[in-house]
């Protein structure tokens, strides 16, 4: 592969520490948490914001395995580097095919969300000819900015990061200080639902920290590596699980069990600001998904390029997929071939039977993920602590429980993605591309 070994040293490292956090926040919070809110007071009651601290602390486990493999593995392309360097070739193909579709999958997801919640405010953008032209606008704008240069895709992130967050922070902030907490405070039943009920209501929470490995992928971009992203990881996360907390404490307190006629958080703006609050809080979701949108197209369109890179991807496709724009440094190609997969999804509207097995695609990712973390342990020679070497399998074991739990129609797609990755990888190795 000798055009792709020749580009290799081409991308930049031009994300900090604040990029690096700002990553893993948009990664996590996307479309979830405008429709969360109710389905946890619904399942859980007044319970439901203490579930976030509770499981947020249980993920931590799992994203310090990310931080840890990041310090062990510092190249672009997060669990397809970790699975090659842990298990070899078969296994990173595998790796990378499934976490691929998955992440096209929310990508294309993501755009008919934006285009749901925009509609609220410009009807024409979701339906008909009219959606289909904004999904098509969409997607060359993602690729655009993300051929132009990572300096530009980051820029671009930080002003939607912060429209993202000053909404939320004004809600949050004028929400607490209309409340009464003395009687919140004798009014409130705090109670500890059936470990049945726990168990739905946790698994919801769960879903809500899936994302967070964005950052580990862009590894050979990101400035000091080692130090930078197991702190940008643990932080941010921690710190969203707090934010998961006021929203949902806030959101039982002033609305309830109820089922409000829209958007939960759009339902609660209204109640605080009154209807400026609920158009702000719309426009706020169109923003969030963005964000979402930008930052999984900068992670993902690196996992085909770092396949590239391991000649997991041989012949010419490999080459042109692991090609770097002279100009911008960035992986044009396989940003470029991303958009257009992910943008066909959304039109066709195929992503909802992929979308079946997307989470647990990513649980199996996350789960093998930390089977490399403690192999690469046991072949350290400095013997880790008990701590060290006890999280992994705590993290092991929370991915685990989060398997059991999804459908069999999940795992019936998920193994047939398996068969289709197996024949690939069998096609592509038995002759160049």
């Not at 992910?342 to 996350?366: N, T």
């Amino acid at each position: 592969m000798t055009n792709s070994a020749s580009n290799s040293g081409l991308l930049t490292r031009g994300i900090g520490g604040i990029g690096a956090a700002l990553l893993v926040l948009n990664g996590l919070i996307g479309a979830g948490i405008f429709a969360l809110p109710a389905k946890m007071a619904a399942e859980l009651g007044a319970f439901s914001p203490y579930v976030f601290l509770i499981f947020g602390v249980l993920m931590l486990s799992i994203v310090w395995c990310f931080g840890q493999l990041a310090v062990f593995y510092q190249q672009t392309g997060g669990p397809v580097i970790y699975a090659h360097k842990g298990f070899g070739d078969a296994a990173a193909f595998q790796t990378g095919f499934i976490y691929y579709l998955a992440r096209a999958t929310a990508i294309a997801a993501n755009m008919h969300v934006l285009l749901l919640y925009a509609g609220y405010v410009w009807p024409e953008l979701n339906s008909g000819i009219g959606k289909s032209i904004s999904i098509v606008m969409l997607t060359s704008a993602l690729i655009t900015v993300n051929i132009i240069g990572l300096k530009a895709a980051m820029r671009s992130l930080d002003a939607i990061s912060l429209l993202k967050l000053l909404p939320f922070v004004a809600v949050i902030g004028v929400g607490y200080s209309q409340l009464d907490f003395s009687a919140t405070a004798s009014s409130t039943q705090q109670f500890v639902p059936t470990l049945d009920t726990i168990s739905a209501g946790a698994l919801l929470t769960l879903y809500a920290f899936i994302g967070f490995e964005t950052v580990v992928v862009t590894s050979g971009e990101t400035s000091s590596p080692k130090r930078t992203i197991p702190k940008a990881l643990m932080l941010t996360v921690s710190g969203i699980a707090l934010f998961y907390f006021c929203v949902q404490w806030l959101y039982w307190h002033m609305i309830g069990p109820d089922k409000p006629d829209s958007a939960p958080l759009i339902a609660l703006a209204d109640m605080i600001f009154g209807k400026t609050g609920a158009l702000v809080m719309t426009l706020t979701a169109v923003v969030s998904v963005a964000g979402n949108l930008l930052a999984n197209m900068i992670s993902t369109s690196r996992l085909t390029y770092s396949m590239a890179h391991q000649e997991l991807i041989p012949g010419r496709l490999g080459e042109n997929l692991g090609k770097v724009n002279q100009r911008f440094a960035t992986p044009h190609v396989s940003i470029w071939i991303l958009g257009v997969f992910a943008g066909i999804l959304a039109l066709s509207g195929s992503f909802v039977w992929l979308a079946i097995s997307s989470v647990l695609a990513r649980l199996v990712v996350y789960a093998f993920c930390v089977l490399v973390l403690i192999k690469a342990q046991r072949a350290q020679t400095d013997v880790p602590n008990f701590v060290t070497r006890a999280l992994p399998f705590i993290a092991l074991a929370v991915c685990a429980w989060s398997i059991t739990q999804s459908t069999m129609n999940a795992w019936l797609f998920l193994l047939g993605e398996l068969a289709i990755g197996a024949l690939l990888y069998l096609a592509i190795r038995r002759k160049p591309v």
